[in-house]
């Protein structure tokens, strides 16, 4: 089954991507709160819900939310760097297994790079762009909203909070 954004079970898995942007006390709450009242009446949903709770929403889960929510309106949040790295990496190497001196020339050039890179980057202050420099705003301006409600309240549902938050930035 197709699970897009017009279909009940999609509509409910958008709520899912806010939960990286709350603190992590809100996250605990959210499964009991918010999510199980709510969730569609679906087997794989029950099931995936189980699964976030028991991995993810709970304090004896295997990544507690202290270790991946924050409210925050840090940019910095993916793991596409260090793909990069790797494919870049991966892609200076013609075979599986390449000879020892082409490996450590290349190890050396990745060594050099980063080093460049490092200093570079200490000596100046990084300036958002403009379209990233509104994206926190818009963030921060939401989140100090979030810190004045009562994240469970019926308003809070009725209002998808947590969606406004990730269609928009």
């Known amino acids: 089954m197709k699970y897009n954004e017009t279909t009940e079970v999609g509509k409910f898995l958008i709520h899912l991507f806010g939960l990286p942007l709350l603190e992590p006390d809100m996250v605990y709450k959210c499964p009991r709160h ?17 699964y976030l709770v028991k991995r993810y929403c709970s304090p004896t889960a295997t990544f507690p939310p202290a270790m991946w929510a924050e409210m925050s309106s840090s940019v910095g949040r993916t793991t596409n760097a260090c793909e990069a790295f790797h494919w870049h990496f991966n892609a200076q190497f013609y075979s599986p297994q390449p000879n020892i001196f082409v490996f450590l020339t290349v190890l050396s050039d990745v060594q050099t790079d980063t080093e460049l890179l ?15 420099s509104q994206k926190i705003d ?27 938050i990730i269609r928009r930035t």
């Open 34 to 50: 918010y999510f199980v009242p709510n969730a569609p009446s679906d087997r794989n949903v029950k099931k995936y819900l189980q």
């Open 118 to 132: 490092i200093r570079t980057a200490s000596r100046q202050e990084k300036i958002p762009r403009k379209r990233a």
């Open 138 to 164: 818009y963030v921060e301006k939401k989140i100090s909203e979030l810190r004045k409600i009562d994240v469970f309240s019926t308003k809070y549902a009725e209002d998808d909070f947590i969606v406004t």
